[in-house]
């Protein structure tokens, strides 16, 4: 499966951005999707989590209550909603999703960069 990640770009602290990953070459339906991110000088980091029933989601404690993980099985999609955005979001945003039926990431998308300035 292909992951193309989008959404990205330029804003200011306090805003919302939406992004996107969109899947092609299999279905999301079976496959745990998450969101990962990697800011400049540092490690990619975990962000978060949706299950395949896409009624378990979980999130790092940097951006749980500000960051939400959605899936559309029918659009082969899954989105990050982030609220309340501060300059330590910054990073290259990337979306993964897992072999179908199993835990863990095993295909990655290009990554959204997110900017955010103060």
């Known amino acids: 499966v292909q992951l193309q990640a989008s959404g990205g770009g330029l804003v200011q602290a306090g805003v919302s951005l939406r992004l996107s990953c969109a899947a092609s070459?299999?279905?999301?339906?079976?496959?745990?999707m998450g969101w990962f991110r990697q800011a400049p000088g540092k490690e990619r980091e975990y962000v978060a989590v949706?299950?395949?029933?896409?009624?378990?989601?979980n999130y790092a404690d940097s951006v749980k209550g500000r960051f939400t993980i959605s899936r559309d099985n029918a659009k082969n999609s899954v989105y990050l909603q982030m609220n309340s955005l501060k300059p330590e979001d910054t990073a290259v945003y990337y979306c993964?999703?897992?072999?179908?039926?199993?835990?863990?990431?095993?295909?990655w998308g290009q990554g959204t960069l997110v900017t955010v300035s103060s």
């Open positions: 070459g299999g279905t999301i339906r079976n496959r745990e």
């Open positions: 993964a999703a897992s072999i179908e039926y199993r835990s863990g990431f095993s295909y």
């Open positions: 949706i299950r395949r029933s896409g009624s378990s989601t």
